[in-house]
């Protein structure tokens, strides 16, 4: 298997477990210096000019921040995530492309993530995932970059891990 293949099947495995709710397993697959962000989208008049923010971030997470958070959702105290939505993540146009640093690839996809709860219904949401990986050794997700396209993101939208 080449190096693209296993890359693309890496991803395609951690998303199998955030859809799987099997946060240990994923929390396993992050670099230890691993960041997570979501930059704030920006309505422009000029197209050339990019549509997401370089310096506000709607979501910044760490790995121990990760971790709290799914230590929280299975205790009795995540009352606010009773009951549960329901969420489903698909991937779409998964790119490899190498990059200026050693044992690090670039990978990019298109995803669109299902979520539905009671009451509030269900929302579909697409985005530009920008993901770096080392590959020194096992694959490990040392950064993920979530574009999403919408201009007005909901508290939901930016809360949910893409």
């Known amino acids: 298997m080449s190096t693209r293949d296993e890359i693309v099947e890496f991803i395609h495995h951690e998303t199998h477990l955030m859809n799987a709710e099997r946060y240990d397993e994923w929390l396993g697959l992050l670099h230890e210096d691993f960041e997570y962000l979501m930059p704030m989208p920006v ?9 997401h923010s370089e310096r506000s971030l709607l979501a910044w997470e760490s790995v121990s921040s990760l971790t709290l958070r799914f230590e929280r959702i299975l205790t009795d105290f995540a009352w606010a995530d009773r009951p549960p939505a329901f969420h489903r993540r698909h991937l779409t146009a998964v790119r490899v492309a190498e990059t200026d640093q050693p044992h690090r690839l670039a990978v990019s996809a298109d995803e669109i993530v299902f ?3 009671v009451p509030e219904g269900s929302t579909i949401t697409s985005a530009l995932r920008e993901d770096i990986v080392d590959v020194s050794g096992e694959p490990r997700l040392v950064r993920r970059t979530v574009l999403l396209d919408v201009d007005r993101p909901d508290l939901a939208q930016i809360a949910l891990l893409y």
Do not use: K, T
């Not at 309505?43 to 549509?51: G, W, Y």
């Open 115 to 117: 979520r539905s709860r």
């Open 43 to 51: 309505l422009r008049d000029d197209p050339a000019q990019p549509r």
